[in-house]
DNA sequence: CCCCACGCTGAACGATGAATCAGGATTCGT
DNA sequence: ACGAATCCTGATTCATCGTTCAGCGTGGGG
């Protein structure tokens, strides 16, 4: 049994990630109601076969997928906050990894019909859970930490985290759905100039860097 | 042809009204993924045949479900607003109508759905920007008034009607998704805190009618 | 060297559900 | 009253997928 792990055996390994890889692509794309076993073997290159040998059923894989994304999330959130950095710096940080300029722009479809499912899916509601408490509480701390060094005044913390997160939410549904009225460009200002509001802070703090080099992704 | 309309030949009509209603409530219940011919039918009372006879297609009778919406959306809205208030009374009342306690708790699933609906679909998205465009009008028209008339201070009326519109998503997001952190009634008052942080005004003035009777809907 | 567990596949099965159809009933114009 | 159009229905057709299955190759352990 440990012999499979040793040597060349890392292909079957690998065969599995790929289409756990294609899962979340084929999800970003068509969405849960779209999502067809096909669909997923197609982008992984194989046959529709081996994704149900590998996850016993479509909704197995898809979960899987799901957590998969789940992981990332929280790796690109550790990593991407500076632990040693001013409240304010901190608080910019958040504004431009939430809203969409941090991983991919088509994350945020993703998380919208993660909601959607979790109108009626108890897991999907469990996982968008812990997402948005985890999201929330980076957002908490750092407001505490704001407070705390002079640099936010903020009456209720809780309330004021709860609020930027929906903000966020809400924001980025008008982005998904290419709303006129908010291009992808000004999601990151519009949301970080309510958080000056919110934090009693003077906008010219947080835009000082201007606009950001072109695209990251394809 | 136009005998038809006359006098008893109303039962048609009638029979066709129930079924978009049913339809409407399916799409509530089970969303656009879950929604069944069979479902529809069964909750108009009537035969899966009778539906598609109306309807020439499921799509076609979701789809035109959720115009009647659509226009309900725009009644309820029309009629709910006193022409004659101040715009902070009127302010209050976006808040309270828009914040679900108006038409019904499970509107905001529906619009959710709509939201991913419309990621692929073009008539969707189209009706969700007619929809958000006049909600957002009708905030903004409100803003205008407020600041004309002195109540409000703003820098950029446009911006913080989308915000404002932006943050009510959101917020019914967590509400619709049962948030712990967002209860039901709490929404009205997250929402009003940060209309009365974006346009200056004390909060006093917005909060001064505490709860209002139990609910509207069974 | 053999064999067997694992990885993998194409083809077949079965369920589900949208849409069609061939009529029956009802209503309406004449 | 008598067609004819409109409504309506049960039964059927047809396509789409998820899932199962029987078997093929292969590589590593006895």
């Not at 509601?125 to 750092?142: F, K, M, S």
Request: aromatic fraction near 6%; include cysteine; proline fraction near 5%.
């Amino acid at each position: 049994m440990t012999s499979r792990t040793s040597l060349a055996a890392k292909a079957p390994e690998e065969r599995r990630r790929r289409i756990l890889a294609a899962a979340v692509e084929v999800l970003k794309e068509k969405g849960f109601a779209g999502a067809r076993i096909a669909d997923i073997a197609a982008m992984a290159g194989t046959s529709p076969a081996l994704v149900v040998y590998h996850f016993k059923t479509l909704d197995g894989a898809l979960a899987e997928a799901l957590g998969s994304v789940e992981d990332d999330f929280y790796t690109d959130l550790a990593q991407a906050l500076p632990p040693k950095a001013g409240a304010v710096e901190r608080l910019r940080v958040i504004g431009e990894l939430g809203c969409d300029t941090g991983p991919a722009v088509g994350n945020w479809s993703l998380w919208m019909e993660v909601w959607v499912r979790a109108l009626r899916d108890g897991q999907a509601r469990a996982l968008r859970r812990a997402l948005d408490a985890r999201w929330r509480q980076t957002l908490r701390e750092c407001i505490d930490a704001g407070v705390a060094e002079g640099s936010f005044r903020c009456a209720d913390a809780q309330a004021t985290a709860v609020r930027l997160a929906a903000l966020m939410d809400g924001l980025a549904v008008q982005v998904a759905l290419r709303d006129p009225e908010v291009p992808e460009d000004r999601m990151t200002d519009l949301w970080l100039e309510s958080a000056a509001a919110e934090l009693d802070i003077p906008l010219r703090q947080l835009i000082k860097t201007k606009r950001r080099p072109p695209a990251k992704r394809p």
